[in-house]
């Protein structure tokens, strides 16, 4: 395979010239941490450096103007640098303990940002486009998040959990939010509705390829090759709303939200694992979705009552068991929890070991 | 029976020649080989039997075809077989096998057995095995006439035919209360039940496919149950666990607490045991009720006090869509009085029911609770679903709400069952 | 659905009738049992009542002659009763411990049985029919059983294992045997060989149907409608085979036998499990299949070694991890050991966790 | 850019009128809509944007359409986004995000980060998302003269552009040896050298799919590599764990034993960890690298000396056969002189050569291996097959051994890639 770079295959810039001097410094030779208090860390090299670190929780989506204010305050402290987390918020190091509580003041005051998101708390929440930018949206992820945060911010700013909680959101069945010990999807209760009259079907047999369970069938309409959608198989996954924007998955009207918990990437303890169903029906309810954050506040009050230290979201239901889960939130179990997808028979309870 | 061979071209290969079996001689393990050459002193068929099987052992090759055979007013319990080699061994032209239900927990009398064996040796080859793994008694060697005769004496004498085909298959249960301390309910009784209570449908082959029930007194599964039939019924308890704290006091003596720890507490799959002191906690809430701690400390241990079973479904081995595993249908139900056996009853009438109505051709409770889901299984019996029913919930976010999707389009229909059923992945 | 016992249907004989007095007297009302030595059980009712019984291993295929020795030892020292365990042993039982050396005496010497098969040893191995009665074996069953029996029968008659082992062998790929610690199968290499002029298809609907991976076709062969199969599709499972006996599947050339191992169904610790690959294409090798033996002592002596007290083989090999068995076994780990069937996925190593 | 709205009749729908959004102005959350408010008082696109973000509220609805642009030379890294309210909102009638490569680590200086700000405030609505959850820079709000002139400039500027389509996608690691004494090997190096080597493939999408690697330095995790990427890297470690038994005994001292057995102990998921008085054993030969218990004792504890990197494969989100996760390819692997990483992009080629010449269009290469089979797929890359790579062996006992079945039938095909591919379960 060629891997020269062509002309404007210029890459990606030098990140060492990007650096915190102390970071830099000490590249590779750290000891230990200490989380000094919610949202700073100090970090302490072999030879004994610390530099420390405060970590602003950011809506994510800024203009030039709030970027202006972070750049502004990196310079005043940070020697002109600065990063973003993996959960989009800003960490401004600074290699002296005396500056971290000035630093965190204008944090506050002239960004409006909070400080926490550190160890047990609940971080930053990884959200998508929504409505702001993405062309399939079935509800907002800025507002979504915005909304969640506004409730959650205690959390953001103590670390009282047994663990650290993420939380994600998706804005449609695609689900570009990923797994998380919390996330919110949506869901659609249709099959696709087909606008023949405007049909913009680029690649009819990717199109028809792309249904996982072959629900899209070729068929001529009015004389022009097109498709046709069998409502008993679909599944409304949205799939060829990707593909066919002519292909419509959302529904104003019945689209709703459901909450997924369990999902964890770490390879902790019981490693890696994906999210399952907790809650369903919930509605699109802009522009606070006041019954998603009160669903999402029964999750977290039972896993902050009964989860063990170190327990994750999931690792917490898997000991106590569905079943406790279900009665500690006061959640239903429905039919629908049971999985009926691929590896479904994976997912039952294949032993007599229940609490009875 | 004892008719010799007649005539015809093979007839010296109904001598007995075997010098491949007779390696099976050896060793100390009991011969099978040993014990039919001596029978085949009495039963020439049983000589060409074994002169066939050498036959099968020189050519890695067998010689057996066969299909169900009827006997007036049955439709399974009997395996025909026929030899292949037939001009060789003309005995073993018809060489059938009856499969006969055994009593509950393989109890006999002497006198019993010895009724059974008589019957069968006068009108067969008079082989038994003792019993097959479905947990039939197989009696080996009939032809048409042997097996229609041996059936009606068998029958005359208070036992009756097993089931084969596409039928309920012959119960089997552990020993439970007959000798066990764990069992948690009376595993005979409910297997002798349930087996005269559906008798028609272990001799009539109307299901969509076999249908096996196992029964084990309680976790240990010692019946086999709970990977190799389509419907487990397995005792368990309500409760706390019954604790003889001066028993697990004696157990500390004898064993050391290290091996407690080592072997009962860290072994706990929910881990609710715990020592304060000399005296053994169980945290009952977090008990799965999986028998290790009482199989440990039978003595100390016991089941608690308010029992029943669990009821799961859906084990078969691994033709057409791999193996399955049985899964929890009714996580707790007691089982002593007639309302329980009734209820009982009606729910495998509703689990029948709902799988003849809706099953394929050849399609086991398994594979078919594969394959509408068991969400919509579990809707169809009449069932309320029950998180202990799934190890878990589902990852999968495509999900069809009936109640969250009232028909949009014109002509919208209704699946039956209503479920998602996924296409091939590969889309050459 | 109809319940009543239709002329014929009599059903089962009473069990109650069968029973040892012993166990009749108590039944319901035990309060522990122990292994006095290998092979014999001391049941101790809640009255202070005992009963012993000895477990004999017997070659399930019997003759009468056989079945009378066995009455004759049950009247003589049970008061004529007896019964069989799930794996073929002849249990008998008397109510004095000063009966139980006599017992065993006469069931050594006059029956030819030996006897164990209780705690943590090898019990009788789960057979099936093979040659001497199936029609689809490719190998045989109590030949396999008696041979690997002959080689076993010390570790039957002692218990030094770490917990119970299960073995089963099943004759052809319909796996009668079922899963166990322990699991020796046949396998297939070829697609069906179809005998057009002998063809004996009853129903050439199911036998269609019956093919898991679709790979049999309806085909007019000679005028008269047949099947065809798909080489490429056919997995060699015999599944057609069972349902037409001229879809020929078996080959005495190349047919093999594989090991699994890990299977349980018990509810204990981790539940039930279904058994894995763990060494295949072992030779055919009638009448006594010693490489079939010594790749079982070879799983044997490593679990014997290393199985911790309570840890059934699956469990072991859960706990060590499969490339450390691999390692104490000698076999070799082949792509043909990664899951290739449905719900693979699940199979894989889906966490960075590994042994290094 | 900062042109007005040209006339058209929605004329007074581009002044800023949004109540429900306004609803997002309260709370303690920063709120994106205060501050994209006030810079609409500069870029009146934004007020468009905020108008019509207003209407999808109160109609649950949305405006966007779009597909992806290409920039001369370029296959990827502009998503297009078209407004079905052009006429009202004229200024949304092209508004497409470019994503751009963001530095390894998402390290910044003020200096680079003002420049790539003002670039886009420049050529379009100057709206950063910081980042996107693939790792990109995410600029929001170009035109189609924008979107070309911003690229010019920000490319003349030392930035270039991320991934979209069936290509490479922007790669994203942790901040790994940084700042974070976990870390086993240079994530920020790996990141950015995998990203030049490859920025071609990056570039041009002519993957059979989207490919996504992610970088992390221990299995913490922290990268999101394992759950959501198409090949995790992530960081380990052969040989002893680094116990440090001062630290351990002050451990100890302040957190006490209990907090010991019950946080490290009992977690570790091999039981490997003991506790001899106040010395810490691992038995390393059992040690998973799970990290846990370095993360609860992170002064006393720490990876080993010789440092690597695990390989995995298959991660994706639901689309199609559902959730896949990441799977063991390579269980380990140093990564640090240039063989290594000579190694490493050898590893790559090859895959994407087997995943682009096998695989279907769009399928990804989770859905890939899921469909022929990890076996297969290893053998395809040229690996060895390892027991690491699975979580056990297989249970299904129907398998095509291609060394005991050489072809029996004339003209015996054989399928490539040589796998048993599932047909649907239903047959109806
Ligand atoms: C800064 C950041 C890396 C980066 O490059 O951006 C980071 C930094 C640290 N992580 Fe992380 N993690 C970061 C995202 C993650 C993620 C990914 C995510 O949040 O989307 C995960 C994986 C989540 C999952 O499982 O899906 C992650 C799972 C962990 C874990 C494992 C927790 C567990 O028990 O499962 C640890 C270990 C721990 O908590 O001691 C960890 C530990 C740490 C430590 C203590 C490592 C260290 O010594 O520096 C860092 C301090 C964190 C703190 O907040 O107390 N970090 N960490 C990310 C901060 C995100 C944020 O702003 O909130
Ligand atoms: C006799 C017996 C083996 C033995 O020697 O013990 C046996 C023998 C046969 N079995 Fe079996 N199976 C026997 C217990 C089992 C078991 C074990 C169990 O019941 O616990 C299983 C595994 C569990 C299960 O039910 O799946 C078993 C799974 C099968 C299968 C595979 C089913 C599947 O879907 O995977 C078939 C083929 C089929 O059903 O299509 C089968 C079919 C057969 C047939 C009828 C072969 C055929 O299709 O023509 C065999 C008749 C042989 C004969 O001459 O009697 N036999 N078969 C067992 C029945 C004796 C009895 O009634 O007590
Ligand atoms: C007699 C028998 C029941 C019967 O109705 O026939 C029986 C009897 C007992 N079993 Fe069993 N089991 C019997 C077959 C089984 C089976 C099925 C089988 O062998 O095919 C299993 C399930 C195997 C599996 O997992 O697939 C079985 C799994 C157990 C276990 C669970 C072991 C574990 O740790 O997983 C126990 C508990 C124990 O060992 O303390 C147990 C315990 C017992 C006890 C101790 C129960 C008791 O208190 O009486 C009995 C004495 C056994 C001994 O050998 O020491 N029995 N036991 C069966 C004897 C078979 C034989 O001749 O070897
Ligand atoms: C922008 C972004 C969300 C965000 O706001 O951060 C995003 C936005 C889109 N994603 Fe995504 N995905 C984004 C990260 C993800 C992730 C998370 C990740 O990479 O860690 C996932 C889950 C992991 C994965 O790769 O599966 C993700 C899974 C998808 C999928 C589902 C793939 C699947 O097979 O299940 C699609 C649809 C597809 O590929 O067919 C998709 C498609 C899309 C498209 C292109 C919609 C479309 O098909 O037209 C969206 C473009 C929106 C826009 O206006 O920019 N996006 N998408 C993320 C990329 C930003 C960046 O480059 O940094
Ligand atoms: S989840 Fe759906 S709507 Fe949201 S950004 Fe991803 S593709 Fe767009
Ligand atoms: S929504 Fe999904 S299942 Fe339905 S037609 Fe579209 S791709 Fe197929
Ligand atoms: S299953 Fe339970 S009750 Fe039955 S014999 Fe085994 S241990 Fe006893
Ligand atoms: S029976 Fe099993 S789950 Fe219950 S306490 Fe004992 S070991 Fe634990
Ligand atoms: S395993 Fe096969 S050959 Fe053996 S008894 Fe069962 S069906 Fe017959
Ligand atoms: S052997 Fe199995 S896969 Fe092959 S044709 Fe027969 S039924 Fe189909
Ligand atoms: S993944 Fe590991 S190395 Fe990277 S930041 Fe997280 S803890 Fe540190
Ligand atoms: S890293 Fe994980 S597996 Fe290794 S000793 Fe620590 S807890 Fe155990």
Redesign the pocket.
């Known amino acids: 395979m060629s891997t020269k770079l062509a002309p404007r295959d210029q890459g990606v810039p030098d990140h060492t010239e990007l650096l915190h001097p102390g970071m830099a410094k000490n590249y590779g030779k750290w000891d230990y ?1 200490e ?1 000094i208090r919610p949202g700073v ?1 100090r ?1 302490v090299a072999e030879n004994g450096d610390s530099v420390y670190t405060v ?1 602003a929780g950011s809506p994510r989506t800024m203009s030039p103007n709030t970027i202006e204010k972070i750049c502004d305050i990196a310079d005043r402290f940070c020697q002109g640098f600065l990063r973003f ?3 989009t ?1 800003v ?1 401004f190091t600074v290699d002296k303990e005396e500056l971290v509580a000035p630093l965190i003041e204008a944090i506050k005051t002239e960004l409006g940002f909070p400080v926490g ?3 047990p708390s609940i ?2 929440i ?1 959200h998508t486009q929504g409505w702001l930018h993405c062309n399939l949206p079935g509800t907002d992820a800025a507002g979504t998040v915005k909304a969640l945060m506004d409730d959650l911010i205690d959390e953001f700013e103590n670390e009282r959990f047994p ?2 909680v ?1 939380i994600t959101t998706s804005c449609c069945q695609i689900n570009c939010g990923r ?2 010990d919390i996330g919110i999807v949506v869901q659609h209760h249709h099959p696709p509705r087909i606008d023949y009259d405007n049909m913009q079907i680029c690649d009819l047999p990717k199109v028809v390829a792309i249904c996982p369970v072959a629900a899209i069938r070729p068929k001529v309409v009015g004389g022009t090759p097109s498709v046709e959608v069998v409502d008993e198989k679909c599944m409304y996954c949205g799939a060829c709303h990707g593909q066919c924007p002519s292909m419509e998955i959302r529904d104003a009207d019945t689209d709703t939200l459901s909450i997924w918990v369990g ?4 390879n ?1 303890r019981g490693g890696p694992s994906l999210m399952k169903l907790a809650v369903w029906g919930l509605p699109n309810n802009p522009p606070r979705w006041p019954e998603v954050s009160d669903a999402v506040r029964k999750i977290l009050d039972a896993y902050k009552e009964g989860g063990k230290d ?1 327990e ?1 979201v999931g690792e917490w239901i898997e000991r106590i068991g569905w079943q406790r889960f279900f009665e500690k939130t006061g959640f239903t179990f429905t039919k629908y929890h049971i999985e009926d997808g691929p590896n479904a028979m994976w997912t039952y309870n294949r032993s007599t070991q229940v609490r009875i | 029976m004892d008719k010799k061979k007649e005539g015809g071209k093979g007839s010296d290969k109904t001598k007995l020649n075997t010098p491949l079996l007779d390696e099976l001689e050896k060793g100390p393990w009991p011969s099978f080989v040993t014990d039919l050459k001596q029978w085949s002193e009495q039963k020439p068929q049983v000589a060409q039997l074994l002169n066939q099987l050498e036959d099968s052992y020189e050519n890695r090759w067998n010689y057996w075809t066969g299909t169900v055979l009827n006997v007036t007013g049955y439709g399974g319990g009997i395996i025909a077989r026929l030899s292949d080699k037939a001009e060789e061994y003309p005995d073993l032209a018809e060489f059938h096998t009856i499969r006969i239900l055994p009593p509950a927990g393989f109890v006999y009398s002497t006198e019993r057995l010895r009724n059974l064996t008589e019957i069968c040796e006068r009108h067969g080859a008079g082989i038994l095995q003792l019993h097959g793994l479905t947990g039939d008694i197989l009696a080996l060697g009939f032809d048409n006439k042997g097996s229609r005769a041996a059936s009606e004496e068998l029958m005359a004498n208070g036992w009756d035919l097993g089931g084969s085909g596409a039928a309920l298959r012959s119960l089997q249960c552990c020993v439970g209360q007959a000798r066990c301390e764990m069992a948690c309910f009376d595993t005979m009784k409910t297997t002798r039940f349930l087996t005269n209570h559906y008798i028609s449908f272990l001799h009539r082959p109307e299901f969509m496919y076999k249908f096996k029930i196992k029964v084990s007194g309680c976790g240990n599964d010692c019946a086999n149950a709970m990977i190799s039939s389509d419907m487990p019924i397995m005792g368990t308890w309500r409760g706390p666990m019954q604790v003889d704290q001066a028993r697990v006091a004696e157990f500390i003596d004898e064993s050391g607490v290290e091996y407690l720890i080592d072997n009962v507490i860290t072994r706990c799959p929910t881990r609710c045991i715990s020592l304060k002191g000399k005296e053994l906690v169980v945290d009952n809430d977090d008990c799965v009720r999986c028998m290790h701690c009482i199989n440990v400390m039978h003595k100390a241990l016991k089941p608690g006090k308010e029992r029943g079973v669990t009821i799961c479904l859906g084990a078969k081995r691994t033709l057409k869509i791999g193996d399955t595993m049985s899964s929890v249908i009714v996580p707790f139900m007691p089982l002593e009085t007639e309302e329980d056996f009734e209820k009982l009853t009606d729910l495998i009438d509703r689990i029948w029911e709902f799988w003849n109505d809706n099953a394929m051709d050849h399609e086991r409770i398994g594979e078919f609770i594969s394959r509408v889901g068991l969400g919509t299984f579990v809707e169809g019996i009449g069932l309320e679903p029950d998180p202990r029913m799934v190890r878990e919930t589902r990852t999968s976010p495509f999900i069809k709400f009936e109640e969250l999707a009232p028909g949009r389009l014109e002509g919208e229909q209704k699946q039956e069952p209503a479920v998602w059923q996924r296409e091939p992945e590969s889309r050459e």
Not at chain 1, 263 to 266: V, W
């Open positions: 941490h989380r860390l970090y970590r987390s993996m959960r918020n960490e998101g550190t160890g971080s930053n990884s663990n650290r993420k797994h998380a999902g964890k990437g770490a902790t170190w994750r």
